[in-house]
């Protein structure tokens, strides 16, 4: 049977920590911060390639550089893995991502002004046979020779894999440090490919460090979820993110510590939304931004943002705002 779309996904679990790759059983690969895509080139000459977001639908006409060069890859290829865009520095931007993932009908300017790459971790059908019931090890073979037979360089990158454990350990404690890389996925070496199932595992690197409370959603007497802000260079208080939901303890450790926000509050007047990607207006109540709060967050951040939800770990009422990192550190 010929794969085409749409086709769910395999999926990954997340845990807190590392587990034993054990000799033989598992893989590790570095878990990039991009939008997962399924690509398909065309099984016969004319037809077009496709390419397929984690949800389903069908974006090739916003990727127009991808498709270009995927006309040179053999045909019946579905290939797994997470659209990026480097920045002029050369780093991931998810921001520039977002904006190839909306373009309508800029997308040829935008891809000549931010060519996107395909970060390739998987192969589910080659040559219009598929692989999907094949070992994850098998798969890797596939994949790794088609890189090599066709000499594959840009825009197509071949995701790193080891079952090193020490070289996993490095990819989560020292490649995460540079933007675009979370963590890394644990596969079994022997598991077939299960669309839609969460089989794999994610471990995401996290860090604790420290922001403002500058507004929080519910009241000041049951804090529901915080806000969290920190200056930049001219003084501004800049949004960093906001936290998963308090439970009872930590909230009412945090109401017992906030005050209302008085005149000139510098969010005053700021829109806010309830997640990175929602337009869902939120309406928080302000609170004088005095009030530091250590939290854990993963690494995935954009412009000094985090896009995840940030988790609560406990007030620092021994620190005052000059403590708190300036805006836009990565930590």
């Known amino acids: 049977m010929v794969l085409r779309p749409p086709v769910e996904p395999m999926l990954a679990q997340a845990r807190e920590t590392?587990?034993?790759l054990g000799p033989?059983?598992?893989?590790?690969?570095?878990?990039?911060?991009?939008?997962?895509?399924?690509?398909?080139?065309?099984l016969r000459t004319g037809d077009p390639v496709l390419v397929q977001t984690r949800r389903g639908a069908l974006v090739q006409d916003r990727f127009p550089d991808l498709t270009a060069a995927a006309r040179s890859l053999p045909n019946g290829l579905v290939l797994d893995g997470e659209l990026a865009v480097l920045d002029p520095g050369g780093q991931l931007s998810f921001t520039a991502l977002q904006r190839r993932a909306t373009a309508g009908r800029n997308a040829r300017a935008l891809a000549a002004e931010m060519p996107a790459h395909f970060i390739v971790f998987d192969v589910l059908q080659s040559d219009g046979q598929e692989l999907v019931d094949e070992p994850f090890a098998r798969r890797r073979e596939v994949l790794e020779a088609l890189f090599a037979d066709h000499q594959l360089g840009p825009p197509w990158t071949l995701c790193p894999s080891t079952t090193d454990p020490a070289i996993a350990d490095e990819w989560l404690y020292e490649w995460t440090d540079v933007p675009g890389v979370e963590g890394v996925v644990l596969k079994s070496l022997t598991g077939r490919?299960?669309?839609g199932v969460r089989a794999w595992t994610k471990v995401r690197r996290r860090n604790s460090t420290e922001a403002l409370v500058g507004a929080v959603t519910g009241s000041l007497h049951r804090p529901h979820v915080l806000?969290?802000?920190?200056?930049?260079?001219?003084g501004r208080l800049r949004l960093v993110g906001k936290t998963v939901p308090l439970k009872p303890g930590p909230a009412r450790d945090v109401a017992d510590h906030l005050t209302a926000a008085g005149p000139?509050?510098?969010w005053t007047g700021v829109r806010f939304t309830a997640s990175w990607t929602s337009r869902t207006p939120l309406a928080p109540v302000l609170v004088d931004p005095v009030l530091v709060a250590e939290f854990s967050a993963d690494t995935s951040q954009d412009?000094?943002?985090?896009?995840?939800?940030?988790?609560?770990?406990?007030l620092r009422p021994d620190a005052a705002d000059t403590d708190v990192p300036p805006f836009g550190e990565p930590q």
Do not use: C, I, N
């Open 303 to 314: 412009h000094g943002v985090w896009r995840h939800p940030l988790r609560y770990e406990r």
């Open 193 to 195: 490919y299960q669309p």
């Open 264 to 266: 000139g509050h510098p």
């Open 24 to 42: 033989g059983r598992m893989a590790a690969q570095p878990k990039f911060d991009g939008f997962r895509a399924l690509l398909y080139t065309p």
């Open 227 to 234: 806000l969290l802000g920190r200056y930049d260079t001219t």
């Open 18 to 20: 590392l587990p034993s």
